[in-house]
C-alpha cells in the first residue's frame, strides 16, 4: 500500500465492480459471444458477427453520445437496431431483443469472486458502510455480494456514469457523510481515480497490473493511495 496523498478520516468505502472486485477478462466478451449465437439463430442474422455487433453500437454512440452512460440502454437499443436493419418484423423485435439480453445477462454474471474478497469485505463491513459505484451492467446480488453492500449505484440509471460527479455525489448524500470521508476503491485512473477526487472523495487505485503512474497517459491527478491487490485494504481495519 502506498500513499501519494495524506488521509485524515475514511468512514465509508465505495467499490467498483468490474477488475476491482473480480477478474472481468473475456467475461463481457464470452457474453457477448453467447448473446451473438442467439441472434444468429434467426434467418435474417445467420450472418451476423461480433463485429458488425461492435459497429452498430458504435454507430449507435455517434447518433446519441449520452447513451454511453447506461450500458444496458446502449445494448438494447443496438440489438433493436440491428434486428431492424436485417429487416425483421417489428412484432418479432421486442421478443427476440429480450432473449438476446437474458442470455448476455445470464453469461455476464457467469464469473469467480474469490474468496479474499469476500473474507476483505466481510471485515471492512464490520467497521465501514461500504457501497458500490459502478459504470457496468453487474448486479451484486447474482455474483453473491449483496450482503456486503448498502446498495449499489450503476451510470445511467443513478446519473451519468463515472467520472461525471452526479453518481459520487448520490452515494456521499445516500451514505449522509461528506465526500472527503468516503474512500472510492476502483481500477480505472480516469473513472474511478479522477472521478472520485473531482468530486471530493478519496480514492484508492488499485494498479492490477503493477504500472508506474508517473507513465501513464491516463493520469490526471494522483490517488491518495495505490494498492495493487485488493487483500492490501486489510491495512484499513
Known amino acids: 500500500m502506498h500513499f501519494y496523498r495524506s488521509i485524515h478520516c475514511i468512514k465509508a468505502i465505495t467499490f467498483d465492480l468490474d477488475d476491482t472486485l473480480y477478474d472481468n ?17 434467426y434467418d435474417a442474422l445467420q450472418h ?3 463485429a458488425d455487433f ?24 443496438t440489438i433493436s ?62 455474483i453473491g455480494l449483496n450482503d456486503y453492500f448498502q446498495f449499489s449505484l450503476r451510470g445511467g440509471a443513478d446519473g451519468r456514469s463515472k467520472p461525471f460527479p452526479e453518481i459520487f455525489e448520490l452515494a456521499a448524500q445516500k451514505l449522509a457523510l461528506p465526500a472527503d470521508q468516503i474512500l472510492h476503491v476502483g481500477d480505472n485512473l480516469s473513472t474511478d481515480v479522477n472521478g472520485a477526487i473531482n468530486s471530493g472523495f478519496l480514492a484508492c487505485w488499485i494498479n492490477i497490473f503493477a504500472k508506474d503512474i508517473y507513465h501513464l497517459a491516463d493520469a490526471r491527478c494522483l490517488p491518495h493511495i495505490e494498492i495493487t491487490q485488493l487483500p492490501e485494504l486489510d491495512n484499513l481495519l
Open 81 to 142: 437496431s440491428v434486428l431492424t436493419k436485417a429487416k425483421v418484423s417489428p412484432v418479432q423485435i421486442p421478443a427476440i431483443t429480450d432473449e438476446a439480453m437474458a442470455c448476455f445477462t445470464f453469461w455476464r454474471h457467469k464469473m469467480h469472486v474469490p474468496n479474499a474478497t469476500h473474507q476483505l469485505l466481510t471485515q471492512l463491513a464490520t467497521k465501514y458502510p461500504l457501497a458500490v459505484i459502478t459504470n457496468g451492467n453487474v448486479e451484486i446480488d447474482k
Open 54 to 77: 461492435h459497429a452498430e453500437k458504435k454507430a449507435m454512440l455517434a447518433l446519441d453520445p449520452e447513451i454511453y452512460h447506461d450500458v444496458i440502454v446502449w445494448r438494447i437499443k
Open 48 to 50: 451476423l458477427t461480433l
Open 25 to 41: 477478462s473475456l467475461i463481457v466478451e464470452n457474453a457477448e459471444a453467447q448473446m451473438i449465437k442467439v441472434l444468429q439463430k
